[in-house]
């Protein structure tokens, strides 16, 4: 059975951290690029973060402001997503997207054709 599991989420204050986790079974991440997405109450999901399959490529939206990094560790067949300086707009369900194949971040990634998690809720508040 092929899935992906987030965890780490949880509520935080403004100005504080968290790390995303998204664990893969079933199949390789290091065959796949790796997204962050989220959603937000009353609006539609986004794109957070993109990680290419092996050229390193990576793409971050606007929003994150250098906040955010993206990373995967292949021997836990493991995807990250560093949150720092977390704001009360940040607060959404974070969900992990797997495509497998040889992707670059710079091109469209079919994220939506292959693997997605069930996510996990981040909540920023004081």
């Known amino acids: 059975q092929l899935r992906l599991v987030e965890s780490g989420g949880g509520l935080v204050q403004p100005g504080g951290s968290l790390r995303l986790s998204c664990a893969a079974s079933g199949f390789t991440l290091d065959t796949s690029a790796i997204g962050w997405f989220r959603r937000a109450p009353g609006k539609e999901r986004e794109g957070v973060s993109c990680l290419g399959t092996r050229d390193g490529s990576t793409r971050y939206a606007d929003f994150v402001k250098g906040r955010f990094t993206i990373s995967r560790d292949n021997t836990k067949n493991t995807a990250y997503l560093q949150m720092n300086s977390l704001e009360p707009e940040d607060t959404a369900v974070y969900y992990c997207?797997?495509?497998?194949?040889?992707?670059?971040?710079?091109?469209?990634?079919?994220?939506?054709?292959?693997?997605w998690g069930q996510g996990t809720q981040v909540t920023v508040s004081s």
């Open positions: 997207a797997a495509a497998r194949g040889d992707y670059s971040c710079a091109g469209y990634v079919p994220f939506e054709d292959d693997y």
